[in-house]
Every structure is written in structure tokens, then in C-alpha cells.
């Protein structure tokens, strides 16, 4: 075995820059005074969250010096590629997003812990691991530990009721989805001898058995819960409802974004696409489900559970289209879902003062009167979650559905995929607009106006709502990098030895011409 | 680049305006200084047109969004006069909201200044990602103008106007989608090459190009409206504030034609000629249908909305009559429209301000306390029914000679039907005077009415002009009109004489290959080619 090099601790920086972070907050919680605010804690999570960034920064700067860097490391368990690196800066901005949404947060629910921000830390080197892992059981340890901080955030206002039984179901439901996800690499293990993505592809071949055609949808299963795609989503209401919501924020974008991530490792392993029922079903599905839910949500934390249910909808139809640009689209709508989403449960945490008070859409009422900033960003949150042009949700959208009108396998399906799509997309406008109607064209009705933002609300806020409308006008930098990412998945299986890059599945074109 | 600076210069305003202090007075010169210099600007585009030409002119193109996406504009003389009438209705609808609008009045310009940048962009952009981007930037100001600023039941007319929108657009946007994984491109004039010659060698087929017409057709028609998809029109001109209505019916309504005529006709000119018939047949039902729904109207401001069913249903006459001369009143008609319903809706306005009701019983007999008003509203209405010497008449009058040329099945019905528009249009509006205007003052408060004061004359008076200009100097329209309309339907002439060929032509075609086969029974080459030309449509 090969002594493990410099060069693989570079592989894994962020992962421990995160991991040494989260410890740092550990240790020095007990030191403080208990009672008094954990502010300089979130500070320093904050910190090790820029870190993880910088991380990645170094990794990249490596790939540049060194093209040997994206091949497999650590025993061949991690491969920082383009596409990992993506993921590497997405998930420290949203947990850095998220921690500036939280700092104001906890001081108002009176929640005074130091864990609550080494959880965040923990739960991002699980999603960042997600992203660069290429071994299932790696996978299926990275799963573990952001599920695991997750279910212990969600239950984070244990004064409540709801928050409590938010973190219960979450944490029952999702061991089974873990269980789902782990029964499926043992049966990938029965089939194909190995638990590297890199080596299931080649051993498959185009052709494979009904064995690993099993152990795919059951991985599918597991990783459909992690990202509430239907009909796995039964959940997610109930769960959003209850738990803290910054801690929404960040767990309807990272974990979603990363399971996505290993899905997309996972399902282009091969060159076989036998799932394309499956997925094709669940995208329809979550879709539908998702919006005609939302459409009678009073709860906007609900309403917003059901739209992020919705969205996995949308983003499935890239997964659908099983081609090079829809991979690129994929990867495009996690970044741009993350960036309205963190930024709307921003809003709403911000919004509900002390104890979660205020999450029905009536609050809302003339909040555009009140606190200008506020119903500001929300609206564009809202606009981008809609789908209005120079947002981040149109692009990510429009990606979407051209990647699947272009697809080569099963167009008529996917062409009926892309209908169901765009009606939905009418249909979701209607929520959405509720509340920007109740923001701006109703009067208050709560007697007390919302407390001013913090300065850190407000970075987050504001920042969230440069994200959505940068990647909506300027979104050129990002589409490069999401096209690099899709080059580094989709010939996965030629990469490694299989011989016949777009064989029977995917006809030339597709696999062969640069993306735009 | 003047394109670029027409397009943004109210965009960098309503930044600019969004930063000053919440000054009410500031904010109003802010905007109104904004919206005379892109007024000022846009005076360049007919200064500088080259005149007697077809083809877009003042090109930008860019790459915008990777390879494929264009930051692409461009003004012909449909276009360009199109822009004008928006930087004139802005100036002048910001004079009107002066004093009408006194609460979040910051807002209130950042809104009008944003919404007046997309409606620009609508006009110009000549890539259709770009179009489709504009087209829906314009939804969310306009939607928010009525829903914040206007009357009782504005959020329920502002909703009703969003999703209306919304939803006809969402069939463009597959329509665009599709053509983009065809063709390759969202240029519009390369798309339209495209289409062309996919039609002339079909690997199109006439079905599928039907689909891709049909939504677009949708999305525009709402926005038209046409008839019978107005419904949220009256709802939202009632409840919007008057600078809302005036951009409403001005602009905002304009753009369905527009891209009826730049996109349904222009890049798919069969399916229009085949579609023309029901087209048209819903034209006259909204002219007709328009015009009796606002004879019966109690309401000021529901009859003028009305009276816009109605006039926008002779510019879709004479757009699909698929003549030169019909489309050259179209878009002439377009121009008038917005100019004398715009100063309709502004004269509606003041008297709101002054009685805070539209309803007619509360008027009467006011041209004893207002004088002056009376006689711009005289002239507004008389602009609108179409008197000789005024602008509505030369756009009705080139309408109906479109209408009687056309070649589209039972077009002289439609033309004698459509006629009969411009007599109901004179009936109600006269009405209207009538009931304003003439007659005993029933309400005592109404004899000491103020008459309009100098800052609402001076809002009038750049519409009452354009109005005489444009009814004595058409040809100065004419001459860049008529060749953008002409390149736009390049194969007008083409399509008419299919049009009027069609039955005639398949019967001798079948027949004539029946003919051929039979003859040349032992040839099988020429028995498979003889259908393909006579199926061809």
C-alpha cells in the first residue's frame, strides 16, 4: 500500500480545516460563561467556514500546478475533480450564509450553545466529504455525519414541541433512508465486487444485471429522502415546520446539494439507464406533489417545505435528460436554489422573533412598509423561486428544460417531463406571488413592527440576494464551472477504461461536443 | 450603443432614485428629469434613422450568456416609433402621478422608471432570450403599481393581471425552448431564416410549427387581449392608478400586438395565413363585443378600458389580414391608441382626483365649471372615434382597406363586420361626452369644480398635439413603417397567393398527379414526387 502523500491531505484540507474548527468550538464553549451569548463561538465557526473556502482555493490552485490532482486519492476513496470543487465552495457559503443568519437567531430564541454552530461545522465536512467521496462506504459514513448534526439541529428549540417532534421524525425516517441507501451498496458490492463508483462502472458494462439495477433504486430510495424528492418527501413539512429555521436554510440546500452530488456520482457511474423510469416518475411527481401542496399552505415555512420539494422536482428533470448538459444544469440549480432558499428562510427566520412566532403568510402583511430591506429581498427570493427572468431560479430552470429537449434517449418522455415542468412553474407562481402580495399591497396587521436587522442579517440577506440576481444576469463564470463538473462526471465510465463513450445509451453528439 | 442607453438610462435612474432620501419633491423632479433626458435620447432614434430602408438599424450585438445567448437589439421603423410612444407616455405619466401619488411615492417612480427600462427592451431586443427576459421584467412593476397604488380591489386586479401574464408567457417560453434546440440559436433573424428554410425542405412539419405559433399566439394574445382572454383587462385598468392605466393601455398593451405581428407573422407566415381565419373572427367579436360591452358601461374608466377591447381588436384585423396596408394601420393604430387612450385614462384620472368616483351619475354638465378640460377631453375623444384630420382616422381607415384586400377567407365579412366598429366606437364615446359633460349639473359641489391646472395642461398638451400631427403628416410615419412591415411579412405576397390558391391549387395538383401517375404507371419515381408537390401547403 502506498504511504499516503502531501498531496492527499491537500485532497481532504477543507474537511479538516472544518473538522479542526468544530473542535475549537467544542473546547471553548465550556470556558465560557453559561448563560451568556455564543456570539464569538458563531464568529469563529464563521471563520472556519471562509477557511474551508480558502481550502478550496488551495486545491484549486494545486489542480492547476499539478493535473495529476483530480485523479483518485486517499486509497482511491476521494476524487477532487471539478465537480467536487464545486461543491466544495457551494456548501462553506451556505453554511457561512447560514451561521450569519443564525448568530442573531440564537440570541433571540434564547438558545445559548456553543455545539449548535460545531454541529453546522460538522455537518459541512460530511456534505463536503459527499461531494468528493468515490467510495460508497465513504459516502455512506460523509451521509452519516451531516445527517446525523442535522437531526440534532432540528431539534434545536427543545422548548417546543414541534421542534422535538421535527427532529424525531427526521431522525427515524432518515436512519431507514440510510438503511435503504447502505442495503443498496451492499447489493452493488454483490454485484459488481467493489464499492468504488470508479471501478462499478467498468465492471458493469451497459448491460447490468437485475442486481444492480436493485441496488441502484435502492439507493436512489435512500438518497430521494435526503433530498425530499417524491414520494419520499412525507417528511419534509413537518420537519421544516418545526426545526430552527436558519437550520432549514442550511439543510434544504447543503445536504440537499450534496446527496444530489452523489446521486449524479452514483447514477452516471454507468453508462446504463435503466432508472430513467424511476427518475422520470419521482421528478413528476415531486413536482406536482410539491407544488399543489405549497398552493394551500398557510405556514410559510411549510409552504417553503413544499417548494423545496417542488424544486428537487425540477432538478430531477436534468437528471432525467441524462446528458452532459443536463448534468451541467443540475449542478447550475443546486448553487441557484441554494442561494434564493437560504436567502428566503433567512427572511423567515428573522421574521419570527422570539419563539417562531410569526410564520403565517397574513403576518407578512405590509412588511414592504415596515422593513423596506427585508421585504425587498424577500420579494426577489420570491421572484427567483417563481422563475422571473434575471433571477437565478430562470436560469436554472430554462437550463433544465433545454437540457431536456435536447436529450437523445427517450425524448417523447422527456419532452411530456418538460410539459408537466412548465405547467408546474405556472402553477408555483401563485404561492409565490401571495406573498409578495401580502408584503406589499396589504396593511400591517401585527401590532409590533419586526425588529431591525442585525448587521449580520443583513450581510446574509444581502448576500443571498447578490447571489440570486448575479447568477441570474452574469451567470457565465458559474455555467463554466458546472460544464467543467458535468465534463468530469459524464464519460465517467470512459474515463476509467470503458472503451465505448456514448455507446448504445448515449448516441455521439451528446457525449462528444462541447456543451455550448 | 444609443440603443443601450435608451433602453437603461430609466434603469439607472430608478437606482439612482432608490438611493436619494425619501424627499417626495426630490423624488418627483428625480423622476421626471430621468424620464425627459431618455425621452431626449430616444429623439435621436428617428433624427439618425436611415429612412427607406428594411433591416434593423443602431445593431448592438453581443455575446451575453455563453456563445448562444445575445445581447442583441435592434430598432426598425416599427420598433423605433414604439419606443417613442413609451419615453413620451413616461414623462408624461409621471406628471399625472405628481400630486395623486403622495404615499411610498419612491416606490411609486422606482417601479415606473423599471417598468418603463423592460417595456423598451420588449421593443428592441432582437434575441429572443433577451425578448423573453424583458417580456416578463414588465410583469412585476406593472403588477405592483396596480396592486400598491390603485383602488379597492387592486390586489385582486393586480393577481388576476400576474397570472394571466404569467401563465400565456410560460407557453412562449416552450415555444422558445423548443426552437433553441432546433435551431441552435435565439437570434431572431437567424430563427426566422431558420424556419424558412426547415418549411421549404421540411424537416419541420406544418403540425409542429402550428404548436410552436399557437404559443406564441397565446402569450401575446393575452397581452393584447384578445377576446376571449380580456377579462382581466377591465379589472386591472379599474383598479390601476392613472399613470398604471396609461402605461397599460399605452405600452403594455402594445406589446401583444407587436409580437403578434414581429413573431406570429414574421417568423411563421403560413401558419398565420392558415390561422387567419379564427383570428380574425375573434378581431371582430372583440371590436364588437368591446364596443357593446363599453355602451352599457356606468363607469368612466370601465368603458375606456372597454373602448381598448375594441380598438385593439382592429389592430389584430388589420395585423392578420396579412396586407401591407392593413399592417401599416396596425401599427399606425398602435401609436394612436396609446396616445389617445393614454390621454382618455389621464383625463378620467384628474377627474378622480377631484370627485374620487368614476361612475357617471355622479357627473354631468361639466363643462360649465371646466371648460378647458372639457375641450382636451373633446379632442381626446374625437381622436379616438376616428375623425378625418386626426390620428384614429388614418389608422381605422388603413385598417379597413387592409381588411377589404385581404385574401383571408371571408374577408369582406370580417371588413363589413369591423366597419360597424367604428359607428359603435363614435356611439359610446360621444355618449360618454354626452353624459360628462352636457346636460343640467345635478350635484351642487360639482359647479365649483377646479379646472385643470397648468401641470395637467402641460401633461395633455404633448398628447392633443401628437394626436393633430399624426392625423395631417402620416407619411412622415409612413415612410419608416411601411418597409419595416414590408420585411417583416417578406413572403406576404407569397402566402396570399396560396392563400387564395389554396383549393383551387390542390384539387389541380391531385389531380394533375393522379393524372401523371396514371399515365406513367410503369415510372414510380414520379407517381411518389407528384403528391409531395401537390400536398404541399
Keep these: 500500500?502506498?504511504?499516503?502523500?502531501?498531496?492527499?491531505?491537500?485532497?481532504?484540507?477543507?474537511?479538516?480545516?472544518?473538522?479542526?474548527?468544530?473542535?475549537?468550538?467544542?473546547?471553548?464553549?465550556?470556558?465560557?460563561?453559561?448563560?451568556?451569548?455564543?456570539?464569538?463561538?458563531?464568529?469563529?465557526?464563521?471563520?472556519?467556514?471562509?477557511?474551508?473556502?480558502?481550502?478550496?482555493?488551495?486545491?484549486?490552485?494545486?489542480?492547476?500546478?499539478?493535473?495529476?490532482?483530480?485523479?483518485?486519492?486517499?486509497?482511491?476513496?476521494?476524487?477532487?475533480?471539478?465537480?467536487?470543487?464545486?461543491?466544495?465552495?457551494?456548501?462553506?457559503?451556505?453554511?457561512?450564509?447560514?451561521?450569519?443568519?443564525?448568530?442573531?437567531?440564537?440570541?433571540?430564541?434564547?438558545?445559548?450553545?456553543?455545539?449548535?454552530?460545531?454541529?453546522?461545522?460538522?455537518?459541512?465536512?460530511?456534505?463536503?466529504?459527499?461531494?468528493?467521496?468515490?467510495?460508497?462506504?465513504?459516502?455512506?459514513?460523509?451521509?452519516?455525519?451531516?445527517?446525523?448534526?442535522?437531526?440534532?439541529?432540528?431539534?434545536?428549540?427543545?422548548?417546543?414541541?414541534?421542534?422535538?417532534?421535527?427532529?424525531?421524525?427526521?431522525?427515524?425516517?432518515?436512519?431507514?433512508?440510510?438503511?435503504?441507501?447502505?442495503?443498496?451498496?451492499?447489493?452493488?458490492?454483490?454485484?459488481?465486487?467493489?464499492?468504488?463508483?470508479?471501478?462499478?462502472?467498468?465492471?458493469?458494462?451497459?448491460?447490468?444485471?437485475?442486481?444492480?439495477?436493485?441496488?441502484?433504486?435502492?439507493?436512489?430510495?435512500?438518497?430521494?429522502?435526503?433530498?425530499?424528492?417524491?414520494?419520499?418527501?412525507?417528511?419534509?413539512?413537518?420537519?421544516?415546520?418545526?426545526?430552527?429555521?436558519?437550520?432549514?436554510?442550511?439543510?434544504?440546500?447543503?445536504?440537499?446539494?450534496?446527496?444530489?452530488?452523489?446521486?449524479?456520482?452514483?447514477?452516471?457511474?454507468?453508462?446504463?439507464?435503466?432508472?430513467?423510469?424511476?427518475?422520470?416518475?419521482?421528478?413528476?411527481?415531486?413536482?406536482?406533489?410539491?407544488?399543489?401542496?405549497?398552493?394551500?399552505?398557510?405556514?410559510?415555512?411549510?409552504?417553503?417545505?413544499?417548494?423545496?420539494?417542488?424544486?428537487?422536482?425540477?432538478?430531477?428533470?436534468?437528471?432525467?435528460?441524462?446528458?452532459?448538459?443536463?448534468?451541467?444544469?443540475?449542478?447550475?440549480?443546486?448553487?441557484?436554489?441554494?442561494?434564493?432558499?437560504?436567502?428566503?428562510?433567512?427572511?423567515?427566520?428573522?421574521?419570527?422573533?422570539?419563539?417562531?412566532?410569526?410564520?403565517?403568510?397574513?403576518?407578512?402583511?405590509?412588511?414592504?412598509r415596515r422593513s423596506p430591506l427585508l421585504a425587498f429581498t424577500l420579494t426577489i427570493f420570491m421572484l427567483s423561486l417563481i422563475g422571473i427572468p434575471a433571477t437565478a431560479g430562470f436560469l436554472a430552470k430554462y437550463y433544465v428544460f433545454t437540457s431536456a429537449l435536447t436529450a437523445n434517449a427517450h425524448p417523447t418522455a422527456l419532452v411530456w417531463l418538460t410539459v408537466i415542468g412548465l405547467v408546474n412553474s405556472a402553477v408555483a407562481s401563485y404561492y409565490y406571488l401571495r406573498l409578495i402580495v401580502v408584503m406589499y399591497m396589504r396593511e400591517p396587521v401585527l401590532a409590533e413592527a419586526p425588529a431591525p436587522a442585525s448587521g449580520a442579517m443583513r450581510l446574509a440577506l444581502v448576500l443571498a440576494a447578490i447571489a440570486t440576481i448575479y447568477l441570474g444576469v452574469m451567470p457565465g463564470r458559474v455555467l463554466k464551472y458546472s460544464e467543467a463538473g458535468a465534463r468530469d462526471l459524464f464519460p465517467a465510465a470512459a474515463a476509467t477504461g470503458n472503451t465505448t463513450p456514448g455507446s448504445s445509451t448515449f448516441p455521439g453528439p451528446v457525449a462528444t461536443t462541447p456543451v455550448k | 450603443m444609443i440603443l443601450s442607453l435608451v433602453t437603461f438610462l430609466p434603469a439607472i435612474g430608478a437606482l439612482l432614485l432608490m438611493l436619494m432620501p425619501r424627499n417626495d419633491k426630490a423624488l418627483r423632479w428625480g423622476a421626471l428629469i430621468i424620464s425627459l433626458a431618455t425621452f431626449g435620447v430616444s429623439l435621436f432614434l428617428p433624427a439618425q434613422f436611415f429612412y427607406g430602408t428594411s433591416g434593423f438599424q443602431f445593431e448592438v450585438n453581443r455575446n451575453w450568456i455563453g456563445q448562444t445567448i445575445h445581447y442583441h437589439m435592434g430598432a426598425d421603423g416599427i420598433s423605433m416609433w414604439l419606443v417613442l410612444l413609451t419615453t413620451l407616455l413616461v414623462p408624461v405619466s409621471v406628471l399625472v402621478s405628481w400630486k395623486s401619488i403622495h404615499d411610498r411615492v419612491k416606490e411609486f417612480f422606482v417601479l415606473l422608471l423599471l417598468l418603463e427600462m423592460a417595456m423598451i427592451g420588449v421593443f428592441l431586443s432582437l434575441d429572443m432570450f433577451l425578448f423573453y427576459v424583458f417580456w416578463e421584467a414588465t410583469l412585476i412593476p406593472m403588477a405592483l403599481l396596480i396592486g400598491m397604488y390603485g383602488h379597492e380591489r387592486r390586489v385582486y386586479a393586480a393577481v388576476k393581471f400576474f397570472l394571466y401574464t404569467m401563465v400565456a408567457s410560460v407557453f412562449m417560453l416552450g415555444a422558445i425552448i423548443w426552437l433553441y434546440t432546433h435551431a441552435h440559436s435565439f437570434d431572431y433573424v437567424a430563427i426566422r431564416e431558420w424556419i424558412r428554410v426547415s418549411t421549404q425542405n421540411g424537416s419541420v412539419s406544418g403540425t409542429t410549427l402550428q404548436w410552436l405559433f399557437l404559443g406564441f399566439f397565446i402569450a401575446f394574445a393575452v397581452k393584447v387581449p384578445l377576446f376571449p382572454l380580456h377579462t382581466w383587462l377591465p379589472d386591472a385598468h379599474v383598479e390601476a392608478p392613472t399613470a398604471g392605466s396609461v402605461l397599460l393601455a399605452g405600452v403594455l398593451l402594445k406589446m401583444g400586438t407587436y409580437g403578434l405581428l414581429r413573431f406570429c407573422v414574421g417568423m411563421f407566415p403560413d401558419q398565420a395565413a392558415y390561422n387567419s381565419t379564427w383570428i380574425n373572427v375573434l378581431a371582430v367579436i372583440g371590436i364588437i363585443y368591446g364596443a357593446l360591452v363599453a355602451l352599457v358601461q356606468p363607469n368612466l374608466k370601465k368603458l375606456i378600458a372597454y373602448s381598448s377591447v375594441s380598438h385593439l381588436g382592429f389592430v389584430v384585423l388589420g395585423i392578420f389580414s396579412l396586407t401591407t396596408i392593413g399592417t401599416d394601420g396596425a401599427v399606425y393604430q398602435m401609436l394612436n391608441h396609446g396616445i389617445s387612450t393614454g390621454a382618455l385614462f389621464m383625463l378620467a384620472g384628474m377627474l378622480y382626483e377631484r370627485k374620487h368616483t368614476y361612475e357617471f351619475k355622479e357627473f354631468g354638465g361639466l363643462a360649465t365649471p371646466m371648460p378647458v378640460y372639457a375641450t382636451f377631453f373633446l379632442l381626446a375623444v374625437l381622436s379616438s372615434v376616428g375623425l378625418p384630420l386626426l390620428n384614429g382616422f388614418v389608422g381605422e381607415f388603413l385598417i379597413l382597406s387592409g381588411a377589404f384586400q385581404s385574401t383571408v377567407p371571408h374577408a369582406m365579412l370580417f371588413a363589413i363586420l369591423a366597419s360597424s366598429g367604428v359607428i359603435w366606437g363614435a356611439c359610446y364615446l360621444l355618449w360618454m361626452y354626452q353624459k360628462v359633460f352636457y346636460g343640467q349639473i345635478h350635484h351642487e359641489e360639482n359647479r365649483s369644480l377646479r379646472d385643470i391646472d397648468g401641470r395637467e395642461r402641460i401633461s395633455l398638451v404633448p398628447l392633443v398635439v401628437m394626436s393633430v400631427i399624426m392625423g395631417v403628416a402620416s407619411p412622415y410615419w409612413m415612410k419608416s413603417i411601411e418597409p419595416a412591415v414590408i420585411s417583416t411579412m417578406p413572403r406576404t405576397g407569397e402566402v396570399k397567393a396560396q392563400a387564395q390558391k389554396r383549393l383551387v391549387y390542390r384539387i389541380v395538383q391531385s389531380a394533375q398527379a393522379r393524372a401523371t401517375s396514371v399515365i406513367n404507371s410503369s415510372d414510380a419515381s414520379t407517381v411518389q414526387k407528384a403528391p409531395a408537390t401537390g400536398g404541399h401547403k
Design chain 1, 1 to 368: 500500500m502506498n504511504p499516503i502523500q502531501t498531496v492527499d491531505y491537500i485532497r481532504i484540507l477543507p474537511e479538516l480545516v472544518l473538522t479542526a474548527f468544530g473542535i475549537i468550538v467544542m473546547m471553548a464553549d465550556p470556558l465560557l460563561k453559561p448563560g451568556a451569548s455564543r456570539k464569538g463561538l458563531g464568529l469563529v465557526a464563521l471563520g472556519g467556514t471562509l477557511a474551508a473556502i480558502a481550502a478550496t482555493f488551495c486545491q484549486i490552485a494545486w489542480t492547476a500546478r499539478d493535473a495529476s490532482f483530480s485523479a483518485p486519492g486517499w486509497f482511491g476513496m476521494v476524487r477532487v475533480d471539478s465537480f467536487a470543487i464545486f461543491f466544495h465552495l457551494l456548501i462553506p457559503a451556505i453554511s457561512a450564509v447560514c451561521i450569519l443568519a443564525s448568530l442573531e437567531y440564537l440570541d433571540a430564541q434564547n438558545i445559548r450553545s456553543g455545539e449548535y454552530y460545531a454541529l453546522i461545522l460538522f455537518g459541512t465536512v460530511g456534505m463536503v466529504l459527499m461531494s468528493s467521496a468515490v467510495e460508497l462506504v465513504l459516502i455512506f459514513i460523509a451521509l452519516e455525519i451531516s445527517s446525523i448534526s442535522t437531526y440534532i439541529l432540528a431539534g434545536y428549540r427543545r422548548r417546543n414541541a414541534g421542534s422535538a417532534e421535527s427532529a424525531i421524525k427526521y431522525f427515524l425516517l432518515g436512519s431507514f433512508a440510510t438503511a435503504f441507501f447502505l442495503y443498496g451498496v451492499a447489493l452493488m458490492f454483490g454485484a459488481t465486487g467493489s464499492t468504488s463508483i470508479l471501478k462499478i462502472g467498468p465492471a458493469l458494462g451497459s448491460n447490468p444485471g437485475l442486481l444492480a439495477i436493485a441496488a441502484t433504486a435502492l439507493m436512489i430510495v435512500g438518497l430521494g429522502f435526503k433530498v425530499a424528492a417524491a414520494p419520499f418527501h412525507i417528511w419534509t413539512p413537518d420537519v421544516y415546520e418545526g426545526a430552527p429555521a436558519p437550520i432549514v436554510a442550511l439543510m434544504s440546500t447543503g445536504p440537499k446539494a450534496a446527496a444530489f452530488a452523489v446521486l449524479l456520482r452514483v447514477l452516471f457511474a454507468t453508462t446504463s439507464s435503466d432508472w430513467f423510469p424511476l427518475i422520470w416518475i419521482c421528478a413528476a411527481l415531486s413536482m406536482t406533489l410539491g407544488n399543489f401542496g405549497a398552493l394551500m399552505q398557510n405556514n410559510v415555512k411549510r409552504m417553503l417545505a413544499y417548494s423545496s420539494i417542488a424544486h428537487a422536482g425540477y432538478l430531477l428533470v436534468a437528471f432525467a435528460a441524462s446528458n452532459e448538459i443536463g448534468i451541467s444544469a443540475a449542478i447550475f440549480y443546486t448553487a441557484s436554489y441554494a442561494a434564493m432558499n437560504v436567502g428566503a428562510f433567512a427572511v423567515v427566520s428573522h421574521f419570527g422573533a422570539g419563539g417562531e412566532r410569526y410564520v403565517s403568510v397574513d403576518d407578512y402583511s405590509g412588511l414592504g
